[in-house]
């Protein structure tokens, strides 16, 4: 990285005309801000969401093997049952 105000190969200029080593850090005179705490913490419902849509994956799945599902086995009920897990799964992601 090349330090403001100079070209690469060019040492830096300082005020005591003394050349700084090349490996030497810069300081940073961006700021970045501390994220608040409540942009920290999830809304109450994703939890809930999370383990509902666990709870019904899981629920589709039983009841099709159980051969309780309606309109006979159907490879769609499998399809929704872990469709359901995995949004579960991407919403767990989104906790914090």
Known sequence: MTPK??????????SSNRVEPKHAAQASSRYTPP???QLKE????????????WILGAL???LYYLGFVPGGRNQ???F???ASILAGLWTA???H
Request: proline share 14%; charged share 15%.
């Open 42 to 53: 999830s809304p109450r419902w994703v939890p809930i969401l999370m383990f509902a849509f």
């Open 93 to 95: 992601t989104k906790y």
């Open 80 to 82: 929704a049952g872990m």
């Open 5 to 14: 105000g100079t070209r690469p190969g060019e040492a830096p200029k300082t």
């Open 35 to 37: 994220v608040p705490v």
């Open 76 to 78: 769609w009920y499998l």
């Open 60 to 62: 589709i799945i039983m």
